[in-house]
């Protein structure tokens, strides 16, 4: 199953944009994001059935991350968008037994989402 992330979209700030993909398995799925020129980074993350959600500093408190575990999807909810946000966002399925935050222990597919977001 591809992991292809959707949803993406240019955006002013102060809007907000909702982003899926599916998500296969029961294990932890999260969202991270890679700016132009910088590295791929932790956004949010939330375990199996769904019960702990865990966010980056940077977008706690207006972005939320929910899973349909009858769709089998992964969803994140990005309010209160500024340009700080702008980055492709990337869907994860984690698969090691590491941290949840952590970049190794995901799997990517697909070549995610933009989001751009304009002042």
């Known amino acids: 199953v591809q992991l292809q992330a959707s949803g993406g979209g240019l955006v002013q700030a102060g809007d907000s944009l909702r982003l899926s993909c599916a998500a296969p398995?029961?294990?932890?799925m999260a969202w991270f994001r890679q700016a132009p020129g910088k590295e791929r980074e932790f956004v949010a993350a939330?375990?199996?059935?769904?019960?702990?959600?865990a966010y980056a500093r940077s977008v706690k408190g207006r972005f939320t991350i929910s899973r349909d575990n009858i769709r089998n999807t992964v969803d994140l909810q990005m309010d209160r968008l500024n340009p700080d946000d702008t980055a492709v966002y990337y869907c994860?399925?984690?698969?090691?037994?590491?941290?949840?935050?952590?970049?190794?222990?995901?799997?990517?597919w697909g070549q995610g989402t933009l989001v751009t977001v304009s002042s």
């Open positions: 994860g399925r984690k698969t090691g037994i590491g941290d949840y935050d952590s970049l190794s222990e995901y799997d990517f």
């Open positions: 398995g029961r294990t932890y």
């Open positions: 939330i375990s199996w059935p769904g019960t702990k959600m």
